[in-house]
Structure formats: C-alpha cells, structure tokens
C-alpha cells in the first residue's frame, strides 16, 4: 500500500526554528513522518528511543552523526525529565524533532508560548480531505473524516480487505495497564467518557493513560476518546443498561407485517398507518424503521415530508436534508418541505437559507395547516435573531391557526412556543399563564405527546427560576427529565442547562458543572444543535472559574470558541454568540492575570435583543467586579448594569440577588454612586440563599415473582435484568461490595463471574445515568474507587424494594395485624425469579423460613376464630411458595373440618407434598384456593372430572 507524502506536515517543520513535539496517539504516522524528514533533512539522524536512553546518551549520537537535526522517535518511552531536558538544548546547535503520545511534560507550554517549541498534535498530524484524495482518490473524503476523524491508522485498515479495525484496537488496548482497561470498558458502561478523562486528568494518570497509546485526541478544543474506541468498547460491555420505552403494540406489529405484505400496497399501508395512529414524536426509531422500509423516492410526499421531520428531530440533519432534496428535485415540495429545511437551516445556524426556505413556504401555503406551519416556523426565526417583537406578533398568528386546524398537538406547541416568547420579551406572568394553559392540555393527552410536554415544562422551571421559584423549577425539570428519560428529546439538555443554573445561583458550583456537562454530552449526541452547546460550555466555565478549577475552565472556553466559530461562519445576521463568548474569554484573561484584556473582552457583551440572558448579567457583573477593584467603576457602569437587570423584569432582581455573595462590593458601589440607591443596597444586604430543596427522585424495584424497576412512578424498561440484579444486591449489602464480591454472590454460575459483574454495575451506572445524571451520581459510589462499589442513598435518591416488607416485624409472628400479614403471604413469591445465584438463594430461605412461621401462627389465629377456611388458605398461600411438609399436616389437620371439595383439593395438595401424586404444586394450590372460595374446581378425585360436561 502506498505510503502518502506528507508534504504539508513536513514544510510546517522545515518552516520552523524551534524544536518539534509531535504529540498523538498509536497510529498517527509520527514514525513515518520522521522517516519522511530524515529523507529530506540531509544533516538528521533518526534515533529510536529506548527506555535506557539518556540525554547523555542521545547527545552523544546526536554529535557523533554530526546532525544538526536529530529525528527521536518513541520518545514517550524515554524519562519525562530527558524529554524536558532535549527540548531545552539551545536551537543553533541541534534541533530535536521527538515523537511523542502526549504534551505533559514540564516547560512544554512556556516553550511553546516563547515560540521556541512548535506543537503537532493528532489534529494536526490527522489527514486532512486533500489528503485522503491524494492517497485514494475513489475515498468520499467528508464521510471518511466524519468517521475516522482523519485518523491515519483508522483509514489504512479499512482500505486493507483482510484487515479489522476490531482486531487492531483490541492490540492496542493490550497495551492498556489493566486499572486503566477496567476504567474505559466502566465508560462504555455509563457512556460518561468525558468524566472519565477529567477523572484522570484530576488525578494526575492522564500521561500514563496517553503513554499506552489510547486514541484520545484533542476535538474543538476538547479532549475526547476516539469514536471508534468508544464504539468498540460500548460493543464489548453491550448496551444492556441503556433505557427502552415498551414499543406501541400497533406500530410494532404493523413494523413486523409490512416486509409480508405486497410492495405496491406497502405506501398505502402506511399512509393508512399514519392517518388512524396520528404523526406524534413517540416511537420515533420505529417509525424510521418503517418509513425506510421503502425507496425514498417511491413515498408519498406526504410521507416523505414525515420522513424527514423524524430525521430532522432525532438530529440527523443530513439525512433530512437529502430526503427534502428528493423532495424538491421531484417537484413535489410543499409548505411542510420548507418549514423542515427551515429547521434543518436553523440546526445549521445558516439564517440566509432558512429566510429563502420561509419566502418558499408562505408562498405554497393554502390549508390552515400550512399556514399554522409556516408561522411557527416563522417564530422560530424570529427569535433565533432576537426579534422579539416582531416574534410576538407571528406567534399570535400561529395560535391562531393552530387552533383552526383542530390538530391537539400543533395547539400545545403554539400554547408553549407563545410562553416562551412572551418569557423572552419580559411579559414573565402572561408566559407563565399560557405555559400552565399548555401545560393542562398535554398532561390530559397522557405521554401522547411527551415531546411537547416536555418542553412546555421547561418554560415554566425557566419561568420559575427568574420569578424566585426554585424548587417549583427544580420540581418541573426533574418531571420533565423523567419524560424524556427513555428517549432524550430536543429539550433535555436545555433543561440539565436550567438545573445547572440554579445550583450557580446557589453557589453550588461543582453540581453546576455536573449538569452543565450531562447538556453538553446530550447536545454533542444530536449534531444538529450545536449552537446549543454555547449555553453550556459558557457557563461551565464561569462555574470552574468560581471553583478556582482554571485548566478545565479553559478548556470550556476552547471548545466554545470553536463552536461559536462554527455556527457563525458566514452568517452576517447571526450575533448571537456574542451573548456567551464575551464572558468566557474575560474570565480565561482573568485566568491568565490579564485584567485589561478580561476587561475589553466583556465590554464585547451583545446586549441587542440579549439582555435577559444570565450569560449578559454575569458578564456585566464580572466586569464591574474587576472595576470596583481597581477603583475605576464609574456611573456610567452602574448604569449598564441597570439596564440589564431591568429588561430582566423583575421587582426583586431575584438572579442578581441569588449573586449578592459574589458582588455584594458591585452592589455598594453603585448605591455609593447615587444610581438606584435604594434597589442597590438591598441587593448589597441580601443574605446568602438557602438551596432549593431538591425533589426526591423514588427507585421502586420489584424482586418478587418478576424484576421490574420504576423511576418516579413510571415504568423503566431496559434490555437486560443484570443492573437490577446489582442494584437488589447492592442495596441489601449495605457496604462496600467489590467486583469479586459481586460477582460470587450474583454470577457465580457464569463463565466468568468477575467479568459479568462489572458489566452489571457500569450498565447500572449508565441505567442511573439514564434516568437523570444526578440519579446516578448521589445514588451510587464513584466509579473507580477502590473499596469497590456501594449504594449512597439519601434524602433526594430513595430506593424502595417490594422484599422488604417481608424482611422486618410485620412478617413474624410478633408482627401483629393478621389481615396485613395474610395479604402479604397472598403476594409472596420468589425472590430474583430465573437467577441461580447465593444471594437469590440465601434471600429466599429466609423468605421460606418466615413464611411458613407466619402460617403457622395465622391458621392458629384463624383457627381460634373459627375462621377454619382462612387457616387453610394462610398454609396453602405459604406452600404455593415453600413446599413444607409441617405446613402439609398442618393443612391435612384442618382440612377435616372444611366443605368435603375444599377439604378434598387440600389433600391433593398434601399429596403433592409428599410426593404422593405428580401434578404442579402450584395448580393444585390454586384449585385448593378455588375451591376455599366457593368455586367448583376439576381436580382428579374431589368432584367435578375435567372434560366432563
């Protein structure tokens, strides 16, 4: 295979004075590059390092060749004091180009920012789409890149037709020290792999992570695990935890007959799908399923519209895009078709287009549903610019023909996307009242139309919020969360953004961060919102900044400058990025010592149609902090500061007062300055802010006769029963279990016992991850540490388990209230059915012990009574579930004085006991039960025979 030229990587070295760090994983053609400079370098020398090599040693090679340019390869294998020590040899005498795995080292950065060291990372040594042409000319570069990252290694086994990528990172990964192993296979069980490298980087095992040649690459500013290492991970420990919302039985079995049925029917078929079952947002994989069942080209346009409208939702912006351009090339394109390029334009951040695509669709629009189409498109760019007024007026008109429509689900989002205009132009209590009349209307269609539902309750906490209401608004995010928990719609990162900015007006800055980050892990899920992403990079930044944590705020600023950079490339309308921005490169100047410079990029705050964003506030506040403390805060700062908090429109500056901690010194100065005195100085004295009371999230987990677990009330499915298993253990351990422990106790019977057991914990953790991130992080231990694991429950994660009534003194024969004690024999069964493991066992010999002693002392009761029939029914619900023979004489004893079918049925159940007769114990017992209740019952022998007429 031929070896590509890498001209562009070599004239960058040649071009440089400095010395040369290429810092990149296995498999970045570092190797093949110093090969390529030592070829046209005629005064090199190419050494390969080894772990014995010194800085002696190697400048005594260096001299002996008489290079003035020496080629180190390997160099992460050298000592990190060498490494240091090479890179500060004075230039004009040699010049080191070391190929290394990462950047760590000691004096890198201040080499680097002296211009004395030039820094080739994995973005830099990836191949760029030029690149991939030259070398393949038949490769679709963008689609190559957008898989492989340029990663060279990546794209050399593909082009090989016997090679596997599988095969290749499975090498590397031996490589791996085994902590460091367990580590990533426990994120791709949680899929938290952003915690996990800041996990390393806190502890400082990031070097050693990146010295094992882990594919952990710098990505706008970030650094990531590789997607094809994550992918193959995921693939290893299986996506068992993941979160599965039971399918619509319809849909599914409609999904099932269609490959049977005819081809020319199979349109019509799911025309008439879509106009009995309705076009909601549930199920949507399903319905893409069906949709591409059939040749895009061969569906109706209507169909092909709704296509693309479940692409464009699920955030596949390309695939939308290339269904609408059928669309369009067929000529069938309608007002729906431009309204969804309209929004596949808005994902994009390209105003130009969508305003071409809203001329498009006004111009076709004919029904009321066209035109209720049309305007809430319409809103949506208008307040993506921030006209909000004119925004106001197009929501009115969308209403307006929602409601002519009749269509219950149009109705909702009008009501909702109304609030948050309104909310948005100041009217705080007009948004609230449209967003309860919304929120009235979804809740009485049940989950029919969750989407909608969800957003609805986002308005309101973010209404809530700014009124002061913060535990109505955390209440309202966590309901809003559980909706969505199965399937994360477009609003569940904007509503981890709404939580992460209550806990900033708290000062609880590090569960801040945590949810700042579950947004941005869900707005990088769904690549058709990154302008999304400037939210919380923001203010993730300013949160690490109050943490004094100046590194990873810097890298939130990075990242968001790549974002910002790429949503407002070439689009001269769009400013809103400068609502973020301003604010986090002022505080990476103040990071950085440079107050002046901190001080100029927060005077580039856009306020135009801006001023009730916090990211404005914020930016005002910091920089009259930094003014006040160098004496230089001036009136006419006091006055800017005014002017945001009044568009925020409220009387009590409920947000700048949640800050007064932070700026209680802005505050006094302005009331100094005679500028609203009176408004100043009671900000200046509020005191610091109870936290909101968190809402309790409830885990109800069901061990008896089935395994099922709800979050909140509603029903959790998952693919695989193993993370319960784990969390029934871990919950009755009470102490710290290990993997060993785990896997003894729950998965002995497997081949390997350790092994499921880790998997079951990190699909627990991604399980908890899942449901809400704050779930898995106050409930469970953190990961990696080394007493193993262990549950933290407290007052908002509370665990209930359906066992434990059976565990304490109700179920004893001291327990009192025999009724009580009859309807929990009635409902015992077996613990962890379908799982052969100690712990089922050990949990169900108890269970076993105490049922047969509340029999015992229930038939005793009854008996006493002359209640003859409910003794008897106490023993045979304490034998359906533990086949003793003491309870079998005792139900022979008191059957002599039962009706003959019922006393009859008691003795086949004694028989079975004993082993006299062969039927199931459980039919038997369930004809006894019968037959106590007055039912005729067809049991061999007592009565009725069955077959008989």
């Known amino acids: 295979m031929k070896l590509l030229f890498r001209e562009r990587l070599v004239e960058q070295v040649q071009a440089s004075q400095a010395h040369v760090l290429l810092c990149a994983p296995t498999g970045y053609g570092k190797s093949v590059l110093l090969e390529q400079l030592h070829e046209v370098l005629p005064d090199s020398v190419l050494i390969n390092a080894t772990r014995e090599d010194s800085t002696p040693a190697i400048l005594t090679r ?19 004091d060498t490494v240091t020590a090479l890179l500060g040899q004075p230039t004009p005498d040699v010049r080191f180009v070391l190929a290394v795995r990462h950047q760590a080292y000691r004096q890198v950065v201040n080499l680097w920012q002296r211009r004395k060291l030039l820094l080739l990372d994995a973005e830099h040594l990836a191949f760029s789409g030029e690149e991939l042409h030259a070398l393949d000319p038949s490769l679709i570069a963008p689609d190559v890149l957008r898989r492989t990252l340029g990663w060279p290694a990546m794209v050399s086994v593909e082009r090989l037709p016997l090679a596997s990528m599988h095969v290749y990172l499975a090498d590397l990964l031996e490589a791996v020290p085994d902590d460091d192993r367990r580590a990533l296979l426990e994120a791709a069980g949680t899929g938290l792999w952003d915690r996990a490298l800041l996990a390393w980087q806190r502890a400082g095992e ?114 939308a895009q290339h269904v609408l351009s059928v669309q369009q090339d067929l000529r069938t394109d309608s007002t729906y078709t431009h309204t969804l390029l309209g929004q596949v334009a808005s994902g994009r951040s390209d105003f130009a287009a969508f305003a071409e695509h809203l001329a498009l669709a006004r111009e076709r629009a004919v029904t009321d549903l066209d035109w209720a189409r049309y305007h809430g498109s319409h809103t949506t760019y208008l307040m993506r610019l921030s006209r909000y007024a004119e925004a106001l007026e197009a929501t009115e008109q969308y209403h307006r023909a929602a409601l002519r429509t009749g269509r219950m689900d149009l109705h909702i989002s009008a009501l909702s996307q109304n609030a948050y205009v309104r909310y948005f132009a100041g009217q705080l209590q007009r948004a609230r009242d449209t967003a309860y009349e919304a929120l009235a209307l979804a809740e009485r269609e049940g989950l029919r139309f969750a989407p909608q539902l969800a957003l609805v309750l986002y308005n309101l906490a973010e209404i809530s919020k700014d009124a002061g209401n913060h535990t109505e608004a955390m209440t309202l995010v966590q309901k809003a969360l559980v909706l969505t928990s199965h399937s994360p719609t477009n609003t569940t990162p904007f509503l981890y953004n709404t939580r992460g900015l209550i806990y900033l007006e708290y000062g609880q800055f590090q569960e801040a961060v945590d949810s700042f980050e579950a947004a941005i892990a869900v707005f990088r899920s769904r690549p058709g919102h990154a302008a999304g992403l400037m939210m919380p990079h923001t203010y993730a930044a300013y949160a690490l900044h109050r943490l004094g944590h100046q590194e990873e705020m810097l890298a939130h600023v990075r990242a968001l400058r790549e974002v910002a950079q790429r949503v407002s490339a070439g689009q001269a309308e769009y400013a809103e990025h400068r609502a973020y921005l301003p604010l986090a490169e002022g505080l990476a100047r103040l990071a950085l010592g440079q107050p002046e410079q901190a001080l100029a990029a927060f005077d580039e705050v856009l306020t135009e149609g801006t001023l009730g964003y916090d990211s404005v506030l914020l930016t005002r506040l910091e920089a009259a902090r930094v003014r006040v403390e160098q004496g230089a805060f001036t009136a006419r700062d006091a006055w800017t500061l005014v002017e945001v908090l009044d568009a925020r429109c409220s009387e009590e500056d409920v947000t700048a007062r949640m800050y007064a901690d932070a700026y209680r010194a802005v505050y006094a100065a302005c009331a100094d300055l005679q500028v609203h005195p009176e408004r100043f100085r009671r900000l200046a004295s509020a005191t610091g802010a109870v936290p909101a009371a968190r809402p309790t999230h409830t885990l ?9 677990l709800e979050a909140n009330g509603v029903r959790v499915v998952t693919r695989s029963l193993a993370p319960l298993y784990a969390l029934a253990y871990l919950h009755f351990q009470g102490d710290w279990s290990t993997t060993d422990a785990l896997g003894e106790h729950l998965f002995r019977s497997r081949a390997d016992a350790r092994g499921a057991a880790f998997k079951s914990i990190s699909e627990l953790r991604r399980l908890l991850q899942e ?35 059976y565990l304490g003194e109700a179920f004893t024969p001291e327990g009192g209230d025999p009724e009580h004690q009859l309807a929990l024999l009635r409902d015992l069964a077996v613990f962890l059915p379908r799982l052969d493991c100690p712990f089922a066992s050990e949990m169900n010999a108890v269970l076993a012990d105490r049922a047969v002693q509340v029999a015992r002392h229930l038939s005793g009761v009854y008996r006493a009574r002359g209640e003859g029939e409910v003794a008897a029914t106490a023993v045979l619900y304490a034998l359906r579930f533990t086949p003793d023979p003491e309870l079998a004489w005792l139900l022979e004893t008191l059957s002599s004085a039962l009706p003959p079918q019922a006393a009859c049925t008691c003795h086949t159940v004694v028989q079975a006991v004993t082993g006299e007769r062969e039927e199931h114990l459980a039919d038997l017992v369930t004809a006894a039960l019968h037959a106590l209740a007055g039912v005729e019952v067809g049991v061999e022998g007592c009565g009725k025979e069955p077959g008989l007429p």
């Open 771 to 805: 449901l809400d991130h704050e779930v898995e992080r106050r409930l469970l231990s953190p990961s990696r540490d080394p007493r193993g694991y262990r549950l933290e429950p407290g007052a908002s994660v509370r665990v209930e388990v359906d066992v434990e009534a």
């Open 62 to 80: 260096t001299a002996q060749a008489g290079a003035r340019v020496c080629l180190v390869d390997d160099a992460h294998l050298l000592d990190p």
């Open 206 to 319: 990031l070097p050693r992570l990146l010295d094992s040649g882990v594919p952990v690459v710098t990505q706008g500013g970030q650094l990531m695990v590789h997607p094809a290492l994550q992918q193959a991970l995921e693939e290893e420990v299986g996506g068992g935890a993941q979160l599965v919302r039971p399918p619509d039985e319809v849909l599914q079995t409609f999904l099932e007959a269609i490959p049977h049925a005819p081809h020319a029917h199979r349109v019509a078929l799911m025309e008439r799908y879509f106009a009995r079952h309705g076009e909601d947002d549930l199920d949507i994989p399903l319905k893409l399923e069906l949709l591409g069942s059939v040749d895009v080209r061969q569906l109706t346009p209507h169909l092909r519209d709704l296509l693309a409208s479940y692409l464009a939702t699920s955030g596949e912006l390309d695939g």
């Open 700 to 708: 109800r987990l069901t061990t008896l006769g089935r395994v099922t």
